[in-house]
């Protein structure tokens, strides 16, 4: 068994990926809409081209009535590096600020609204984690040939090791891709940190050496010194082609096989993210990313019904945009909206644009220049696919 060395695991993982948090100042808590609404275009007159706002799919409708682009996390930093703003703020999650100052010129900042707006799924695979787990995973498996793959859902840091040790990042829309790219290199994949993505994308395959990997087993945890009750059971790896480590979104966990069922006896079809459980994905009558699903609602026929197994906020959305189209969430009241995503208040988007106004720079998102530039690696082998 392999020696593991001790690296400050517990103390390194954090809650939130940047401790220069900003908190909403006392004078931004209680603004009422109109208010709010008046205060933003004032700002964003002031600033003209010099800004550009970008909101994330899920985030609720106060902010995406003040974006300049609505869509998916790799779409909008796309947009932000075609455009020439000095600043992009960016209304959605920590890594997806972080994606965006990855790929943007160095002579463009991110703001982030909230600092709060963590995304769990991200925080279950931080790198230090990882790194500590890495040279175990390779034992296991017989000293198989691993290339790490990360979903774009993760931080920069874990990005940039997945360049390191020969691997790439991949979107829910092309991950088939990054393994098939994976395996023209290597024996075998380990996919981080979305454990359904992952199985969704080995059952589309047809890969059945698929094993789990619980950041938390047995000799691992102990030498971390993790609190709690630890599973002894390390899995074999001996026969795995694909390596899931345990993550999940617990948003899109929620859904189940039974609110298919149910939708599609009521006459819905139903399309789900690849980040719902294998039997949710394998039951619905579509699969793909928040784009798919935009593009799925914009070509259904008038008077089609859709249950959409994503984020709430984008279901209401769609209701919103399509009212030919009868769009509901897939399990109704017990949809969940995302508490990361929750975090970018519209009180704080007016704050971080007075604050650009003014001169000042709130709540930036840079990542290291060494991190970026392997990053950078990681998200260029994913445009080669
Ligand atoms: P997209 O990459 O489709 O924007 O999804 C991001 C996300 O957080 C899904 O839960
Ligand atoms: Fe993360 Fe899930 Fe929220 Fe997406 S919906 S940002 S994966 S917690």
């Known amino acids: 068994m392999v020696e593991l060395q001790s690296v400050g695991f517990e103390s390194e993982l954090s809650l939130f990926k940047y401790d220069t948090l900003e908190q909403l100042p006392e004078s931004h808590r209680d603004l009422d809409e109109a208010a709010r609404s008046r205060r933003i275009a004032a700002a964003r007159e002031e600033l003209g081209d010099r800004v ?46 972080e994606s965006a100052d990855i790929i943007t010129d160095d002579d463009q900042t991110v703001i982030l609204p909230s600092m709060e707006a963590s995304c769990p799924m991200a925080g279950m695979a931080e790198a230090v984690q990882v790194d500590s787990a890495w040279e175990m995973l390779v034992e296991e498996s017989g000293g198989k ?38 395996f023209e290199r290597g024996d075998a994949v380990l996919f981080l940190p979305d454990k359904h993505l992952g199985r969704n994308t080995a059952d589309d395959l047809g890969i059945d050496g698929v094993v789990e990997w619980d950041p938390w087993a047995g000799d691992v945890a102990e030498s971390m010194g993790a609190a709690g009750e630890v599973d002894p059971e390390i899995p074999d790896l001996g026969d795995a082609e694909v390596i899931l480590w345990d993550g999940y979104c617990q948003v899109h966990e ?60 984008l279901a209401r959305h769609l209701a919103r945009w399509h009212p030919e189209v009868d ?38 998102v840079e990542v290291a220049p060494e991190e970026k530039e392997l990053a950078a690696v990681a998200l260029d082998r994913m445009l080669e696919l």
């Open 254 to 313: 929620r859904f189940r096989v039974d609110h298919v069922e149910e939708a599609q006896a009521d006459g819905a079809k139903v399309v789900a993210h690849p980040e719902c459980r294998p039997s949710v994905v394998a039951a619905a009558d579509e699969v793909g990313s928040t784009s798919h699903i935009c593009d799925v609602i914009e070509n259904a026929d008038p008077g089609e019904t859709w249950a959409i197994g994503t984020e709430v906020h």
């Open 327 to 364: 769009v509901r969430p897939l399990c109704g009241d017990a949809c969940m909206d995302c508490n990361a995503m929750r975090q970018v208040d519209p009180n704080y988007l007016t704050w971080v644009l007075e604050e650009l106004a003014a001169g000042r720079e709130p709540n930036v």
């Open 52 to 97: 550009i706002v970008l909101g994330h799919n899920y985030q609720r409708r106060e902010i995406v009535e003040h974006a300049d682009f609505i869509g998916d996390s790799y779409e909008l930093s796309k947009r932000a590096a075609e455009s020439d703003a000095e600043y992009v703020v960016f209304a959605g999650v920590t890594f997806m600020a």
């Open 145 to 182: 040939d691993i290339i790490p793959v990360t979903y774009m859902n993760s931080y920069a840091d874990l990005k940039a090791f997945c360049a390191s040790h020969g691997g790439l990042i991949c979107t829910s829309s092309n991950a088939a891709d990054a393994f098939e790219w994976a």
